[in-house]
T-cell receptor, first 113, second 114 residues
Framework: KNQVEQSPQSLIILEGKNCTLQ??????????LRWYKQDTGRGPVSLTI?????NTKSNGRYTATLDADTKQSSLHITASQLSDSASYIC????????????FGRGTSLIVHP | NAGVTQTPKFQVLKTGQSMTLQCAQD?????MYWYRQDPGMGLRLIYY???????DKGEVPNGYNVSRLNKREFSLRLESAAPSQTSVYFC?????????????FGPGTRLTVT
């Protein structure tokens, strides 16, 4: 069964600090890996999308990396802001078969002033 | 553009009652999806519609039915609600297959079945 595991489950940091969230997956082969931000009470919003041939993608202060050999991805947040407090979800879509995306459980990030 | 809209925002049902969750998108997208999100779990696909006139089962279709009313609207029906269907339901849309195109999510419907 395809799996996407995220760590840590939750993280608390101070405003202005950097942090890195991890995603390990078993989906193979895959067509793309996405990171979403989900604010409390809202739907997920896309941050980055990478195909299997890409190894980095940036969106402002968010940078995602992908190592397809080790089946790992990370999301690095630079100079965190209070508005970064949210759940961050890793999603992997398989290539072939059902094409149904597998969602991770998310990492809950809290940024304190 | 409103993007993806969902109604209602909140709903409480008694076991055995039925209801329909509505979803509409104004981005002229071909594909639409229904997900559920439970505490401590990732989003799971219930049903999807790759294009107008087609629907397919996702990971957890039991207890649900869907209708792709037209290109804009995709509804999810619970015929006989059960407490296990207490969840947050998200509708999403994409221009085409998720293997190539981004998904855009609605704000969600919080459903409680007592």
């Amino acid at each position: 069964k395809n799996q996407v595991e995220q760590s840590p489950q939750s993280l608390i940091i101070l405003e202005g600090k950097n942090c890195t969230l991890q995603c390990n997956y078993t989906v193979s082969p895959f067509s793309n890996l996405r990171w979403y931000k989900q604010d409390t009470g809202r739907g997920p919003v896309s941050l980055t999308i990478m195909t299997f041939s890409e190894n980095t993608k940036s969106n402002g202060r968010y940078t995602a990396t992908l190592d397809a050999d080790t089946k790992q991805s990370s999301l690095h947040i630079t100079a965190s802001q209070l508005s970064d407090s949210a759940s961050y979800i890793c999603v992997v879509t398989p290539r072939g078969g059902s094409y149904i995306p597998t969602f991770g459980r998310g990492t809950s990030l809290i940024v304190h002033p | 553009n409103a993007g993806v809209t969902q109604t209602p925002k909140f709903q409480v049902l008694k076991t055995g009652q039925s209801m329909t969750l509505q979803c509409a998108q104004d981005m002229n997208h071909n594909s639409m999806y229904w997900y559920r999100q439970d505490p401590g779990m990732g989003l799971r696909l219930i049903y999807y519609s790759a294009s107008e006139g087609t629907t397919d089962k996702g990971e957890v279709p039991n207890g649900y039915n869907v209708s792709r009313l037209n290109k804009r609207e995709f509804s999810l029906r619970l015929e006989s609600a059960a407490p296990s269907q207490t969840s947050v339901y998200f509708c999403a849309s994409s221009e085409g297959s998720v293997t190539r195109y981004e998904q855009y999510f609605g704000p969600g419907t919080r459903l409680t079945v007592t």
